[in-house]
């Protein structure tokens, strides 16, 4: 079974950081782009960014970049997602998933992992 098992979301003020991880099981991520997603209350989930973990080239939306960053350690089977100077319109349930195309549609992306809720507070 393919698992994507995220982590790491928790309250965090105003400008802080937090780091996310997502460990997969039953797939390797070099095999895959591993995208980060995110849901705000009331709204569609989002794609945030992604990352080709074979030769680490990723790609973000405008509105995180230079605040979020994707990495990947193969080893251990994980996806990094860096996030600095928070803000309260970063409030969301953040997904991991997986992708043998990659991109930011949802849609492309064949497995998914459970959420996990980041709260930043004003």
């Known amino acids: 079974d393919v698992q994507l098992q995220a982590s790491g979301g928790g309250l965090v003020q105003a400008g802080g950081s937090l780091r996310l991880s997502c460990v997969a099981s039953?797939?390797?991520?070099?095999?895959?782009?591993i995208g980060w997603f995110r849901q705000a209350p009331g709204k569609e989930r989002e794609g945030i960014g992604c990352?080709?973990?074979?030769?680490?080239?990723?790609d973000y939306i405008d509105s995180v970049k230079g605040r979020v960053t994707i990495s990947a350690d193969s080893a251990k089977n994980t996806v990094y997602l860096q996030m600095n100077s928070l803000k309260p319109g970063d409030t969301a349930v953040y997904y991991c998933?997986?992708?043998?195309?990659?991109?930011?549609?949802?849609?492309?992306?064949?497995?998914w992992g459970e959420g996990t809720q980041v709260t930043v507070s004003s």
């Open positions: 998933a997986a992708s043998l195309s990659g991109g930011s549609s949802e849609n492309a992306y064949e497995y």
């Open positions: 039953g797939i390797e991520i070099d095999d895959y782009a």
């Open positions: 990352i080709s973990s074979a030769d680490g080239m990723t």
